[in-house]
C-alpha cells in the first residue's frame, strides 16, 4: 500500500510541534522545511566556543551590577527619567545582545541567560513605572508589573523554546496569579496559594498534552509551583485537603504516566505537607510520625510500582505517556477556570 504523500504544510505543522516540545531547535525546522520545499537553506551558524559563552555570562553580570549600584548610590539623584532609562536600558541591551548571538550550542545557553536577566531587571522597571509615573497603589503595582513582564517572557519564549524562558513565563504568571488574589477583600494567603495552585495544575495538563515542553521541564515547573501552592493554602480545611491530594495525586500520575519528575515532586509534597496537617488537624503525639510511616510506605509501594513500569531508568522521560492535546487544552481551560472562580468566591465571601 502506497504512503500518503506528505506536504510541505503538514511537516510545517509537525515540525511546529517538535520545536514546542524541544525535539528540534527552530533553526533546524528551518533548514528542514526549506530543503522539502526544494529551497537553498541558510547557512549553518558556528557555534560559539566556551570562553565567548563565559564572557557572555560575566557581561550580563556586569550589567546587573552596574545597574545595583547607579540604584545604590545615585538612585536619588537619577531622578524618574533617569531611573527609567537606566532599568530599561539594561533590558534593552540583554534581550539586544541575547538576539545577535548564535543559537547553536553555547550560544544558546548564553542567550537563555540573558533574557531570563532581562525578563527580571524588566520586571523591576515596569514595578517603577507603574509606582513613580503612574502612581499606582502598591498591591496595583505588583499586578501590573508581573502582567507586563509575563507578555515579554512569552515573547522572548516563543523565540527561544529553553527552559529558563520557560521558567520565566511560569514565575510571572504565578506573580500575576497571587497578586489578582491579593487584591480580594480577602487577600489571605490561602487565596494566594489556590490562584498559585491552579497555575501549576494548568502547566502541568499543558505539558502532559505536549502543548508546552519539553516535558520534564513543564512537569518540574509545574508541579513545584502546585507543591508550593498547597504549602500557602494549607491554613483551612479545604486547604489541607488540597495539599494532600495533590501530593497523592501528583504521586499516583508519576506512577501511571512513568513519570520520574511527577513521582519526586509529589513525595515532597507529602513530606512537607502531611506533618503539617496531622499536626493542626490531629494534634496527638503520634500522629505526625503515624502519618509519615504511612506515607514513607504507599511512596515505597510507588517506587516499586514506578521500578516494574520502567519509570525509574528513563531519567530523561522519553518513555512518558502523553496525551491527547485537545483534552490537555480543554482540561486545562476548566482547571483555570475552576480556580479562578474559587478564589473569587472565597474571596469576596
Known sequence: MARPVQTPDDLATRLQKWVGLGLVTRAQADRILAVERGEQPAPVR????????????????????????LVGRFWADLGVTGRLVVTFGAVALLIGVGAVVPTAGPG???????????????????????????????ETVVLVAACETAVVAAVLWWWHRTVLQQ????????????????????DDGDLVGLAMWGVGAVWLLLGWGGVVGPRLAADVLGGG??????VFAIGPGWGSALAIVTGVALVAAGVALRDVALLVVGSL???????????????????????????GALLVVGALVAARRGALADPG??????GPRPLAVGLAALVALAVAAAVVALGVG
Open 167 to 186: 521558567a520565566a513565563v511560569v514565575g510571572t504568571l504565578v506573580v500575576v496569579a497571587a497578586a489578582a488574589a491579593a487584591h480580594l477583600p480577602s
Open 317 to 322: 522521560l522519553r518513555g512518558v505517556r502523553s
Open 108 to 138: 544558546g545557553r548564553l542567550r537563555a541567560v540573558l533574557w531570563l536577566l532581562a525578563v527580571v531587571v524588566l520586571g523591576f522597571g515596569t514595578g517603577l513605572l507603574a509606582d513613580d509615573v503612574w502612581k499606582l497603589a502598591s
Open 46 to 69: 558556528r557555534p560559539g566556543s566556551i570562553l565567548a559563552e563565559a564572557l557572555g555570562y560575566v557581561g550580563g553580570v556586569l550589567i546587573l551590577v552596574a545597574t545595583a549600584v
Open 225 to 230: 509551583v502546585v507543591a508550593v501552592g498547597t
Open 269 to 295: 509534597a507529602l513530606l512537607v505537607d502531611v506533618p503539617v496537617v496531622t499536626d493542626r488537624w490531629f494534634p496527638d503525639a503520634l500522629a505526625a510520625p503515624m502519618a509519615l510511616l504511612v506515607v
